[in-house]
């Protein structure tokens, strides 16, 4: 069983950035697509960004596009999620999940190895 630990989570003023690192251990990630995945307070955990297995599909959530990017380092068995341009509403949980697949999707159900989450909050 892969289990994912996600590093980088903070406290950020509303413009700043901040980098998400998601890292394996137990299996490895390169055959697999994987995603990020957000809860905030008293909403469901919603889709984010996903990457496919050799990283040259990705894949962002509207709200994510243009201000996120989603990257992978297959050799390092990690995965990242730079966001730029944070704003208040990017308050959330945030999860690093691993597919069962290789490609892309953005239903939970189609992940199957969860990180514990890292806490992301953005002040205005």
């Known amino acids: 069983q892969v289990q994912l630990v996600e590093f980088g989570g903070g406290l950020v003023q509303a413009g700043g950035s901040l980098r998400l690192s998601c890292t394996a251990s137990?299996?490895?990630?390169?055959?697999?697509?994987m995603g990020w995945f957000r809860q905030a307070p008293a909403k469901e955990r919603e889709f984010v960004a996903g990457?496919?297995?050799?990283?040259?599909?990705?894949y962002y959530t509207g709200s994510a596009k243009g201000r996120f990017t989603i990257s992978r380092d297959n050799a390092k068995n990690t995965v990242y999620l730079q966001m730029n341009s944070l704003k208040p509403e990017d308050t959330a949980v945030y999860y690093c999940a691993k597919g069962a697949y290789s490609s892309i999707y953005r239903t939970e159900t189609r992940y199957d190895s969860w990180g514990q989450g890292t806490q992301v909050t953005v002040s205005s």
């Open positions: 990457i496919n297995m050799s990283g040259d599909t990705t």
């Open positions: 137990g299996g490895t990630l390169s055959r697999f697509a």
